[in-house]
């Protein structure tokens, strides 16, 4: 258990670090590639990545289900099983990237067709080849030793070095912006950083892994549950990548997807962050069910649940008070749509919340493999925001799609929630219930308290913004820690030991 702890620490401070890194460089880059060639090439950039997501589906559940396979041989250090499922989670990777390079060439011919903007067919298709590339050196290079890093409670190696070729690649990327480059080579940047991971992470897996040996016959039936996962990983898609293509598909302009990328982007610092938290912890908790210690699991799970929450709605408080002063700075200098809708900065929040509130319990029903028996849940998930959004969409625009989002998450979080009490764990329900109560009345009052204050002064620069943001973050982190602490003094102190724990051994 200590060793567990103190391998989960390393990958949430390297996460924690990485997410600071990417928020500051995701800031950068899209605020140059808005001045320097507007709101529509920013879409289509936007766009474009999200639709290759939808090529993604080939994955068919490999990362995920590999890295649980992966958990029992790790546990009980059975080299010659890591061997056997580290050859079939090459030969499963090798075959995903060829399915994706057919559809990529797809892909290349017919997406131009859905661009109502005035953009050189070349320059998309070009686009698409470039964004697509980094996917293809995940399935051919990469996915393989990521995730055995990540079973083996290593992940924090593979992100130190996605730090370094995230900001090598916003480095080249600024002085390509510069130089004055086209959007094509201002993208190929990425693809650079990509290559430096690549080499960093074989020279780790080499060394750390001298044993490794993807010689050794497959064994089968190690990846199980592909499928399965798969249609979990087509929900998750939907819920998470819809927006932009039915936006892409039912606008007239590809601006009004750079109006929500750009709240999007915001929404999605707090959303990785809070999801590489998580990540962190799923190896050591998937370790924890391999070995069958539920007396363990319900201990760490009330922990996780708890500073969880507190953290969930701490940080999106901090983003539906903030997000209007940032976004009023951060596009004051462009003219070609409006980007300033209080309400769309309110859902998001809203959306963020929605989403992430229900990621400790669901680590607990992923790490434990229960993706057949939650698949219909996550099925209806889809269609819920499919169709909520179609049938809004129309007259609400960015509105509908977000609503469309928030109501399929209500549904799935209270599926999650009473599949895994029923199925898995009987945690106190009535616990969690007073903790989301609890932590939903202080996003309420701080909301309540300091919007309409802080959205009523003038932001003219980001030294100005920051200073209100460390008011904010630090009046609202405030309340939040001293009600939780109050309302459930001994779970507090236990996390608190268990990080100081886990840092000193």
């Known amino acids: 258990m200590q060793s567990r702890s103190k391998q989960a620490i390393k990958n949430v401070m390297a996460n924690i670090m990485y997410q600071l890194v990417a928020a500051v460089c995701g800031l950068i880059i899209p605020k140059l590639i808005l001045e320097t060639f507007g709101s529509a090439i920013n879409g289509l950039s936007s766009s474009i990545t999200q639709f290759i997501t939808y090529l993604t589906l080939v994955e068919m559940g490999i990362s995920q289900a590999s890295t649980i396979a992966l958990y029992k041989p790790i546990a009980e250090n059975n080299r010659n099983d890591i061997n056997a499922t580290m050859s079939s989670v090459k030969r499963y990777y090798i075959n995903t990237g060829l399915y994706f390079l057919a559809l990529l060439i797809v892909m290349v011919f017919v997406y131009p067709s859905f661009v109502k903007d005035d953009i050189s067919v070349i320059t998309i298709r070009l686009l698409v080849i470039i964004l697509a590339l980094t996917y293809c050196m995940d399935y051919f290079l990469i996915g393989k030793y990521k995730v055995l890093l990540m079973a083996d409670q290593r992940a924090y190696v593979s992100t130190a070095f996605q730090i370094f070729g995230t900001i090598l690649s916003t ?258 329900i009535r616990k969690t219930i007073n903790r989301l109560i609890r932590n939903t009345t202080c996003a309420l009052v701080t909301y309540l308290l300091l919007y309409k204050v802080i959205t009523g002064i003038t932001m003219s620069n980001f030294i100005i913004f920051f200073g209100y943001a460390a008011f904010v973050t630090i009046v609202t982190f405030f309340l939040f820690f001293v009600v939780n602490l109050l309302t459930e003094f001994v779970e507090m102190k236990n996390f608190i030991s268990r990080v100081f724990h886990a840092i000193r051994h």
């Not at 539920?294 to 969880?308: H, Q």
């Not at 099925?379 to 989002?405: C, K, M, R, Y």
Request: glycine residues 6%; positive net charge.
């Open 171 to 428: 480095i080249l990327c600024i002085c390509f912006l510069y130089k004055g480059e086209s959007i094509v080579i201002v993208k190929f940047s990425l693809i650079i950083g990509y290559i430096v991971r690549y080499i960093l992470i074989k020279i780790y897996v080499k060394k750390r892994y001298s044993y490794l040996n993807f010689k050794v016959p497959a064994r089968k039936g190690a990846i199980k549950q592909r499928k399965d996962i798969l249609i979990h990983q087509i929900s998750s898609l939907v819920v998470n990548n819809t927006d932009v293509g039915i936006l892409t598909i039912v606008s007239s302009t590809l601006s009004e997807v750079s109006v929500y990328n750009i709240f999007n982007m915001v929404g999605l610092i707090l959303s990785n962050l809070l999801s590489s938290l998580s990540s962190s912890l799923s190896a050591g908790i998937g370790q924890i069910i391999a070995l069958k210690d539920y007396v363990a699991l319900k201990n760490v799970y009330s922990n996780f649940e708890y500073i969880y929450q507190v953290i969930t709605f701490w940080l999106y408080s901090c983003m539906g008070i903030l997000i209007m002063p940032f976004i009023a700075w951060y596009t004051k200098s462009i003219v070609d749509v409006n980007y300033y809708r209080e309400l769309v900065g309110l859902l998001f929040a809203i959306k963020g919340i929605t989403t992430s509130v229900r990621i400790p319990i669901a680590t607990i029903v992923n790490s434990r493999g229960d993706f057949k028996q939650t698949r219909n849940q996550a099925i209806l998930e889809s269609v819920i925001n499919i169709s909520v959004s179609l049938v809004l969409v129309f007259s609400l625009g960015i509105i509908g799609v977000l609503i469309g989002t928030i109501v399929s998450n209500v549904y799935r979080t209270i599926h999650v929630y009473y599949y895994c009490y029923k199925k898995i764990i009987a945690f106190d």
